[in-house]
């Protein structure tokens, strides 16, 4: 008999893994539906093998009927939305597919949920809702919401169709919502609709802001392809298998912001912080918990100077670096205020940037680079 059944989207990739490995350990039945693909053949290998540690169902999160099916067969107590796409850049230049991939698709996959009797739903937001506006100080949840990408307005019109606007949930004056047109979902208007397009779902958005580590134990790491992300950047530069001066320096975009070292501030939070969150969240809405938005950081924020020196640390090898323009939509600084996440879930992380980085060398070491 299925022990705690749970529907993951997106259980294949990067966070999805780890949480369905911790969620396991924790009593739960992850049951991944994923796509796998579009990515590179060396992605979709890894995601596959990841994901058939549990049972994998391959399916569109868009596909109505087929959620209904699974639905029906496996009866989840909860279901986790991490399936998304999560480049800034590409955003920008592609918002008609970040609308359709991180908007109009988990629609789909919520309106099915609410349909097939599903009650709690965890839904994989981000620190990008606060983009527009964030400066040095730590970011709290009642804050103004203003994406600066259609990647952080696109989880934002999810988390306000899902819960309505409210104290958590307080776009910015003059914030407009571009989805392309589509016969549904329409999209949600600046204010957000007076409550959830979806009655009887229950959901807790976790505003994630830099995801970050691994669990090499149990072969899991951040597999991409192409890499945006700067931890698994600076590795291959750290850890490239060519000599020393042939390795690709990496590039640091940008080093001009308005803080301490004139590059980007951002928060770093282990994915096994990550996924604990997930399994709190999860009992948090079982136990009655209502509808929601946390933050998951660390509380502090590191530089990207800040991190090149902490893998130099770990790696104990030094690797060059260049400076080249900012990256479209991106904040000089991002930190969690993490207060919320103690009080809602009793959470807070258990593990630093030195233990991230180190983590992340050892998944590295074992896999290398493409």
């Not at 109009?104 to 009650?119: I, Q, S």
């Not at 914030?175 to 397009?197: C, K, N, Q, T, Y």
């Not at 030094?318 to 000089?332: E, V």
Request: with cysteine; proline share 7%; aromatic share 8%.
């Amino acid at each position: 008999m299925q022990n705690k059944p749970i529907i993951v989207a997106g259980g294949a990739g990067y966070i999805g893994s780890h949480f369905c490995h911790v969620a396991a350990e924790r009593g739960f039945t992850p049951i991944v539906v994923d796509s796998i693909h579009p990515c590179s053949q060396r992605v979709a290998a890894y995601r596959g093998a990841a994901a058939r540690r549990h049972r994998l169902e391959v399916a569109d999160i868009a596909d109505e009927a087929r959620i209904a099916e699974l639905l029906a067969h496996y009866r989840p107590l909860a279901a986790v939305c991490f399936a998304a796409l999560i480049d800034v850049a590409e955003s920008v230049a592609r918002p008609d597919l970040y609308w359709d991939r991180n908007y109009t698709r988990p629609m789909r996959f919520f309106r099915a949920l609410a349909a097939g009797g599903v009650r709690h739903l965890v839904f994989s937001s981000t620190a990008a809702v606060y983009a527009g506006t964030a400066g040095t100080a730590a970011l709290a949840e009642d804050g103004p919401l203003d994406p600066a990408s259609p990647y952080g307005l696109s989880k934002l019109a999810c988390e306000l169709m899902l819960q309505g606007a409210g104290e958590s949930h307080r776009p910015a004056p003059g914030l407009r919502f571009g989805a392309p047109e589509a016969d549904w979902p329409p999209p949600p208007s600046a204010s957000g609709p007076a409550g959830s397009a979806f009655p009887g779902l229950a959901s807790l958005a976790l505003r994630y802001f830099n995801a970050s580590g691994a669990h090499p134990e149990a072969d899991l790491g951040e597999v991409h392809d192409p890499e945006t992300h700067l931890i698994p950047r600076a590795l291959a530069a750290a850890l490239g298998r060519r000599p020393r001066e042939g390795r690709a320096a990496l590039t640091v975009n940008g080093d001009d912001y308005p803080t301490p070292d004139g590059t980007c501030v951002r928060d770093y939070v282990h994915v096994l912080d990550l996924a604990d969150a997930h399994v709190a969240a999860i009992e948090y809405l079982l136990d009655g918990g209502r509808s929601d938005a946390v933050n998951l950081g660390s509380g502090s924020g590191c530089s990207i100077r800040q991190v090149v020196s902490a893998i130099e640390r770990v790696t104990g090898d030094g690797f060059a670096t260049r400076t080249g323009p900012r990256r479209p939509g991106d904040a000089a600084s991002l930190v969690a205020d993490i207060a919320k996440a103690g009080r809602l879930l009793g959470w807070r992380p258990r593990r630093g940037l030195e233990e991230i980085v180190a983590s992340a060398a050892a998944f590295h070491r074992r896999h290398g680079f493409a």
